[in-house]
């Protein structure tokens, strides 16, 4: 006899109270009920219930055993709810989080996408460079782009953040062009608050340079420090995906096309006790698909 269907006549029974109780719940013969009962005792060496010819009741062993079955079958119960749910059309209100840049750049030209894949979700969405309390806040998925210190979410890591140097062709006529990127310690920079005083690291083979640049001014919007730089106001250091339709129209030189910078990591997260839905599910796939570590997002933000 099957273990998992034998835990489920012994509940029942306990829940009805007595095998001929249980047999037509169950739709078997009360003699099949006590066959299932005496197989699990017989695997476990334990009596399950103590039986005579007008009552049963449960042993000591019994008691404990109950409650561990109802549990497992509980489990069961929810995982095939789960798997039942994640072959529905996804449908619902989605709450998403995303830094501006990111999302404002990347995110929402690619969106058209996901809305063909699931035109009955509902997205709302929050752009903020602040990092977000998910839980706290009622989100159901957010974009991450740095370390994810928080353990209570699950992280699905995407394509790293790629960064680029630039400045504008009037500045670099007025201050000159850096030809080595010690040389930024004599250029003004723009810095995106609040990562503004962090060191810009650069790696060229086996050579790395650490260079602390000289803030002139700081600024709590990228769309701000990239204007601010076309500007002619200094050099910045910005997402590539931002940057490179200015550089592809001369408004803004790239600065050290050799070199290799840091690359941002960036992930999504959900907090582990979501349950998953259709609609979170369709969009962590959306979000692997499109920008996952094997995709091209990052070279051709407008396909």
């Not at 809305?115 to 009955?120: C, S, V």
Request: hydrophobic share 40%.
């Amino acid at each position: 006899m099957g273990l998992f269907r034998s835990m489920q006549v012994f509940v029942t029974t306990v829940q009805e109270g007595s095998m001929s109780a249980a047999s037509g719940k169950l739709g078997m013969s009360p003699a099949m009920v006590g066959q299932h009962v005496a197989a699990l005792e017989e695997r476990l060496g334990m009596r399950l219930l103590n039986r005579t010819t007008r009552r049963q009741s449960l042993t000591d062993f019994g008691a404990s055993y109950v409650e561990q079955c109802r549990d497992i079958l509980e489990r069961v119960a929810i995982a095939d709810q789960d798997a039942e749910a994640l072959q529905a059309e996804p449908r619902g209100k989605l709450k998403m989080t995303a830094p501006t840049t990111f999302g404002a750049e990347v995110l929402m030209p690619r969106l058209q996408r996901y809305r063909a894949l699931a035109p009955d979700v509902t997205l709302d969405i929050t752009l903020t460079d602040r990092n977000v309390d998910i839980v706290d806040e009622g989100f159901d998925i957010a974009f991450r782009i740095g370390e994810l210190p928080d353990s209570r979410l699950i992280a699905r890591r995407l394509a790293p953040y790629q960064m680029m140097i630039c400045a504008a062709p009037d500045y670099l006529a007025r201050r000159g062009n850096p030809g080595h990127p010690s040389d930024l310690a004599n250029h003004d920079a723009i810095g995106f608050a609040p990562a503004a005083r962090s060191p810009w690291k650069l790696a060229n083979g086996d050579v790395q340079v650490e260079v602390i640049p000289r803030i002139s001014i700081t600024v709590n919007s990228g769309q701000a420090v990239r204007m601010a730089a076309r500007a002619g106001l200094g050099v910045i250091m910005q997402p590539s995906i931002m940057l490179r339709s200015d550089v592809e129209a001369g408004l803004l030189v790239q600065l050290f096309p050799e070199w290799h910078l840091r690359e941002r990591p960036m992930s999504l997260v959900y907090h582990r006790d979501r349950r998953m839905t259709p609609r979170l599910q369709s969009v962590i796939s959306f979000a692997i698909s499109e920008f996952g570590a094997t995709s091209e997002w990052r070279e051709d933000p407008h396909s």
